[in-house]
């Protein structure tokens, strides 16, 4: 859970896609639709895996292969290309998006920080072309030696990510929560957690799934600055509530029952692929579905949004 709140509410990648909506329901709605796709990712990401053991049999090695060979053996040569053209575009997109947050974090966050320098935005734009080039050429190098993992290049990269993911969900959650822990405090709470990952993960080679020790770090690295925030403080600060783009931030007047529905549907999900459903012989998938579905249509009847007639009424009704 943790290293998905990384990912959709702290990821610049993710985030800066809803900052590019033209207005606050605008960017509701796209986070909202792109959560309902992830739904599908148990199928999506699951069912290859599963597939590729069931035709191709143990011993694949490396085992990333496993899924071009699949790939390779069921689906006709007419429309390998097709799909193959399909994949790149995709992996371009995320590609493009990720140098696109590099690019931003460089120009906005690192270089005002190493000099003091003026630049005008067209200035900026220079630096960002720079630092996107030399990071695709980095990439483009690095990328094929994720191959000669040992693991895999999926739990590779989730290992990895660990370094950074998990102090910075705990960073946004303490500056949402408190408003006196420095920036000090939070950067020796980052260097622990990147030494203590390190040590446990790697150098200790400790018997607990990586998982696990970044959900336990996570709980430390807040405890641990929050501690630290109460010698090393600030003044609070104060919010900026001006609106400098005129932005209209009216919430999408669905955003409730979307948004509890679509948690319903990730914890029936979760129920119905878990032993009480079809994990399990002893499981009953059909009661969790109609369990679902009652659940759902209460969320329908009690979350459903007011109509601007009773809305106006009941305003009416308060001023008399």
């Given at each position: 859970m943790v290293v998905h709140f990384f990912y959709w509410t702290t990821n610049q990648a993710i985030v800066q896609r809803c900052l590019g909506a033209k207005?606050?329901?605008?960017g509701q709605k796209g986070i909202l639709i792109a959560a309902l796709f992830l739904l599908t990712l148990p199928i999506i990401l699951n069912l290859p895996g599963l597939l590729s053991f069931h035709i191709l049999g143990e011993g694949l090695d490396p085992i990333d292969t496993s899924y071009p060979l699949l790939v390779n053996k069921v689906m006709p040569t007419a429309l390998q290309g097709f799909f193959i053209a399909a994949l790149f575009g995709a992996i371009l997109s995320t590609f493009n998006s990720f140098l696109n947050s590099a690019a931003t974090?460089?120009?906005?966050?690192?270089?005002?920080?190493?000099?003091?320098?003026?630049?005008?935005d067209q200035e900026l734009i220079v630096y960002a072309?720079?630092?996107?080039?030399?990071?695709?050429?980095?990439?483009?190098?690095?990328?094929?030696l994720l191959m000669f993992g040992t693991d895999g290049i999926f739990?590779?990269?989730?290992?990895?990510?660990g370094f950074v993911n998990i102090p910075i969900v705990a960073l946004f959650a303490v500056g949402l929560f408190n408003k006196?822990?420095?920036?000090?405090?939070?950067?020796?709470?980052?260097?622990?957690?990147?030494?203590?990952?390190?040590?446990?993960?790697?150098?200790?080679?400790?018997?607990?799934?990586f998982v696990y020790v970044m959900g336990g770090l996570f709980v430390f690295d807040v405890v641990f600055m929050l501690i630290l925030?109460?010698?090393?403080?600030?003044?609070?600060?104060?919010?900026?509530?001006?609106?400098?783009?005129?932005?209209d931030l009216t919430n999408w007047k669905y955003i409730k029952v979307t948004s509890v529905s679509l948690i319903l549907g990730l914890i029936a999900l979760y129920a119905f692929l878990s032993p009480i459903g079809i994990a399990s012989t002893d499981g009953n998938p059909m009661l969790v579905l109609k369990v679902y579905a009652v659940l759902q249509l209460i969320v329908l009847i009690v979350f459903r949004p007011k109509n601007e007639?009773?809305?106006?009424?009941l305003h009416l009704s308060n001023q008399h």
């Open positions: 207005d606050l329901a605008s974090i460089y120009c906005k966050d690192l270089l005002p920080s190493i000099s003091k320098k003026q630049r005008t072309k720079k630092v996107s080039t030399i990071m695709a050429i980095v990439t483009m190098i690095i990328g094929p739990l590779i990269t989730k290992r990895f990510a006196t822990v420095s920036g000090l405090a939070a950067r020796i709470a980052l260097l622990v957690h990147v030494v203590l990952y390190f040590s446990i993960v790697w150098v200790f080679n400790v018997k607990i799934n925030g109460q010698f090393l403080k600030r003044e609070p600060y104060v919010e900026n509530t001006i609106n400098k783009g005129d932005v007639k009773t809305e106006h009424q």
